[in-house]
């Protein structure tokens, strides 16, 4: 999904994380049951300093759609300081900060903001890592949340693979 | 883009909405130049009780790309009253609420929250209205901004066409 144009220099140590990747991954949380998860992410751009971004996961059982999200990661060159503004279809919508140091990304919601009808969640804490391996790249994350009265916690993690450019414009047709 | 799933009843009212548009509106402001513009706008759903919205805009002259946005238009069904989460690359995010009457889309940010470095933008509100014609349905939409120390005023407008599902297919390709 990424332009022709050459990646902006503002973002060029966030190149690891574009394309498209696809795994599974699991979510615990106190007021739920655990459920394990399909998930695929998207991060591409378009020559301006920052990635664009999307996210959808799916039950494992029967596909049906779970969670999605959407936003731009935003960079700021010499740097390692990050910015990433996220919308959740639930109302929800966070500037996280972070850095970013070889192929870690690490982020913190700074500004969690909720729609009227909106679930309560507080805070939010992102880990991201890529590891290069023998057949292409492993992007693992981890997703730490503060909602409904319960302190910040652990709540989802996922391994996901890089799709090749073939089979990533086969997923968007 | 939308699935293959039934829309859900709390966003059947928004249907008017769904699929992907393009035309060419015009910008103003008291801190810049007056520019017209190029756009694509996308609504689709899989089957939850929201619409997913991707958004870009791109210079007429040279096509490189202007603004680009993303979110989720959620509907409550029996009322009228629909909320707006929309991410900008520039740093923001809005959440917008607002009513829905026949084919009009009338919001007003509750709130706008900023990355540290994001440009100081205060409060914006959207009209939309979507007007079937001879030749399929045009979209219309004027969004207003208090920014940058102005008071909030017209900002952009712009015109839209829905593209036939097969000219909407070829374009993500």
Do not use: C
């Not at 599974?24 to 998930?39: A, K, L, N, S, V």
């Not at 731009?72 to 639930?90: M, N």
């Amino acid at each position: 999904m990424s332009s022709e144009a050459p990646l902006h220099p503002d973002v060029a140590h966030l190149a690891f994380l574009l394309g498209t990747w696809e795994g599974e991954g699991r979510g615990d949380y106190p007021t739920i049951e655990p459920f394990p998860y399909g998930e695929a992410v998207s991060f591409w751009h378009n020559g301006k300093p920052f990635l664009s971004y999307s996210q959808l996961t799916w039950h494992l059982d029967d596909h049906r759609p779970l969670h999605s999200e959407m936003g731009f990661l935003r960079g700021h060159g010499k740097g390692e300081q990050v910015e990433w503004v996220i919308a959740h279809p639930s109302g929800i919508v966070e500037i996280e900060v972070g850095w970013v140091k070889e192929r870690n990304l690490e982020l913190e919601s700074k500004r969690v903001t909720l729609a009227p009808t909106a679930k309560q969640v507080t805070r939010l804490t992102r880990s991201i890592e890529v590891v290069p391996d023998m057949r292409g790249a492993v992007l693992r994350y981890q997703l730490s949340m503060a909602a409904v009265g319960q302190a910040l916690q652990q709540h989802l993690s996922a391994e996901l693979r890089r799709l090749s450019p073939e089979a990533a414009a086969a997923k968007d047709r």
